[in-house]
């Protein structure tokens, strides 16, 4: 089994590691735990998936005024679909959220940190396209098994 915080509701879940791609949900809520989108999360949600979630966690800090940040948007949004079923992608809004912001130490935006195991696991700066996001988020270990 692997541990997955719920994006919508923050609840965590546990599913079969067999069952990853195949469109798992929340027992809480009833929201797709490993859907391919990009999901907007919180402060408290981030916090609460890297320190739990079993796979790996790509974290988009970006703002609505950054011109860079929403080139991106669509780049990252087929990475997170590429990459269902392997690793989660996220968008914290740095304006929206700051406490995450402030704790990483982020001082450009776009910047995208992969988390593994409950640790920072890269960093990068910069808008990408899909492929390198893609690349980006594999450096991360796949779910533990
Ligand atoms: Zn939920």
């Given amino acids: 089994m692997v541990k997955l915080v719920c994006l919508d509701c923050g609840q965590t879940n546990r599913v079969p590691q067999d069952r990853l791609g195949s469109g798992p949900k ?4 009833g929201a797709g735990l490993m859907d391919g989108k990009a999901h907007e999360i ?19 800090f970006w703002a609505p005024w950054c011109g860079p940040c929403r080139m991106m948007a669509p780049e ?3 990475a997170a679909a590429a990459l269902k079923g392997r690793s ?10 700051q406490r995450a912001s402030a704790k990483f130490g982020i001082r ?22 899909a492929a390198q996001i893609e690349a ?4 991360v270990p796949a779910a533990k098994g």
């Fill in 88 to 97: 989660r992608l996220v968008k914290l809004n740095t304006e929206q959220h």
């Fill in 76 to 78: 990252y949004s087929k």
């Fill in 136 to 139: 980006f988020a594999n450096q």
């Fill in 26 to 29: 929340c027992g809480t809520c």
């Fill in 42 to 60: 919180d402060d408290a949600t981030l916090e609460k998936a890297i320190r739990t979630d079993d796979v790996p966690l790509v974290v988009d």
């Fill in 108 to 129: 450009g935006i776009p910047t995208l940190i992969a988390f593994g195991k409950g640790r920072e696991a890269a960093r990068q700066s910069g808008a990408l396209p």
